[in-house]
């Protein structure tokens, strides 16, 4: 497989995607020769959004988290770039998939798998090769993580692992309670200190690296359209949990380092660049989902990424004369179901989804001044929310460049590949 060139950054006086009526013609005609329903990669808006979040992390390298990519060649793309090192994975087999070369792929030599794994099978194959154990590490935050792996393979029969601690990034407010994802039970300066000396003191295991993902800060819009009183309490909730983070995650980062010898701290998401970046703790960013650009972060006050990925779906039916009906829809975005879960209608303009039915698993109807205009055949255009539920769905994207299809990427799913 050629190796997709994202070197070249768009022209910033060309940004076609902030003009909707040529953007999406634009995709439409480049693509009339396809049937729908299909995903594309819009290659400026690609190489903008790639190099954009390379200037907002300042300087620290970016691990791009695949699973909101889940796109080989855009992983191997974007790694070729200065200011990218490594992947987060998100599966052990997706790890052990990526640190493998194959005949069209090269081997990913730096893997961090961001979840802990119960993957009896995809442990043993990791602890018996020396260049995968090399090249992968795993995700622990108790005890039980290690004596998972040692009962599978003990010390003394298995390679060194490499672990990663994760440390829990949520903020513990007095008044709104845990605000974040319940990720780990290690919060506190002193759970990240008893568990790394337990870590480093128990035979076959290799502590090398932390990691902590403040999803209260990089997942949760901060402008939502419409909303200005949550966007401001948000705005308020983010930068004490800010203040807070900084200040333990600093601590239990050095706690450790009296341990053991990091090689790395992972911090951050696509929301939170800036902020992980400014940390002094942190030796690099967790991003992917900024890639892509869904249309999540519309709501972001301080980036605006490109929409680098859509995916267009058929016209099958007229109910009446001023609906339409759509083939497919419900690709929803992980989450609490809500609205802004699911994919956004952006072309033709003024359509939106019916409220009793919204988007549905093989159909989904639509409304608005433009459903009237819509005959069976024509395509709508939608972006996806935030991740890889786009992925998820397509077995390729076609690559539009200079207002033609000029290739094609597999997708995970194309090739063979569904992790989760």
């Known amino acids: 497989m050629a190796l997709l060139d994202l070197s070249t950054n768009s022209d910033a006086s060309v940004r076609v995607w902030e003009h909707p009526g040529q953007y999406w013609p634009g995709l439409t005609a480049a693509t009339q020769h396809l049937d729908a329903p299909f995903g594309v990669l819009q290659l400026d808006a690609l190489r903008y959004n790639t190099h954009d979040m390379v200037r907002r992390a300042a300087g620290k390298p970016i691990r791009v988290a695949s699973k909101s990519v889940r796109v080989r060649g855009v992983l191997d ?23 493998t070369a194959t005949p069209d792929n090269p081997a990913i030599e730096d893997v961090v798998v961001g979840y802990p794994t119960a993957d009896r099978a995809a442990i043993a194959r990791l602890a018996n090769s020396a260049e995968l154990a090399g090249r992968v590490t795993l995700m622990v935050d108790s005890i039980a993580h290690l004596d998972f792996i040692d009962g599978i393979v ?18 513990q407010s007095r008044t709104l309670g845990h605000m974040g994802v319940w990720r780990s039970p290690v919060y506190s300066v002193d759970d990240a200190r008893t568990l790394a000396a337990e870590i480093v003191a128990r035979p076959g295991f290799a502590l090398v690296g932390m990691m902590g993902y403040e999803a209260q800060i990089a997942g949760v819009a901060d402008k939502p359209a419409g909303r200005a009183l949550l966007g401001a309490s948000v705005r308020w909730m983010q930068q004490k949990s800010k203040a807070e983070l900084a200040e333990r995650r600093g601590l239990a980062v050095a706690a450790v380092r009296e341990l053991a010898d990091l090689s790395f701290v992972n911090g951050g998401g696509t929301g939170s660049i800036e902020f992980t970046a400014a940390d002094a703790s942190v030796t690099e960013i967790a991003a992917g989902s900024g890639l892509f650009g869904g249309h999540l972060f519309d709501n972001y006050a301080s980036f605006h990424p490109a929409p680098a990925a859509a995916f267009a779906l058929p016209i099958v039916r007229k109910p009446t004369p001023t609906t339409a009906t759509i083939l497919g829809g419900g690709w929803v975005a992980s989450g609490p179901p809500a609205a802004d879960r699911l994919p956004q209608i952006v072309w033709p303009a003024g359509l939106e989804l019916v409220a009793r039915e919204k988007a549905g698993e093989v159909q989904s109807p639509v409304t608005g001044g433009a459903a009237s205009t819509l005959s069976v055949g024509d395509v709508v255009w939608l972006r996806h929310t935030k991740s890889g539920e786009l992925s998820e769905h397509l077995n390729e994207f076609h690559l539009v460049d200079d207002g033609a299809v000029v290739g094609t990427l597999p997708a995970y799913r194309g090739q063979g590949k569904a992790f989760l």
């Open 77 to 99: 793309a974007v790694l070729a770039l200065p200011g990218y090192r490594g992947v987060l994975a998100y599966a052990l087999e997706e790890a052990l998939w990526l640190a």
């Open 154 to 171: 003990p010390p003394g029969r298995r390679e060194s692992i490499r672990l990663c601690l994760e440390l829990d990034s949520s903020w």
